[in-house]
């Protein structure tokens, strides 16, 4: 499911310091830049930029 990011989103991202991206996932290889099961590597942190998010339901926090 996408959500739509907006202003609100970014800010209580960065307020509560939102974890979501491959690069905070314990799955995620950063050496590698690779998904460790394989999957296509994202959100990556920049994904806020975007009008639309898409979580990945693999991840795991680090
Ligand atoms: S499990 Fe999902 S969030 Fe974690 S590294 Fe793989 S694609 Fe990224």
Redesign the pocket.
């Given at each position: 499911m996408k959500t739509r990011v907006d202003v609100l989103l970014r800010d209580e991202a960065a307020r509560f310091a939102f974890r979501f991206?491959?690069d905070d996932?314990?799955?995620?290889a950063a050496a590698g830049q690779r998904?460790?099961?394989a999957?296509?590597?994202?959100?990556r942190r920049e994904a806020l930029e975007a009008p639309a998010l898409e979580l990945?339901k693999?991840?795991?926090m680090a």
């Open positions: 991206a491959c996932c314990a799955h995620f998904c460790s099961l999957y296509p590597p994202a959100p990945c693999a991840y795991e």
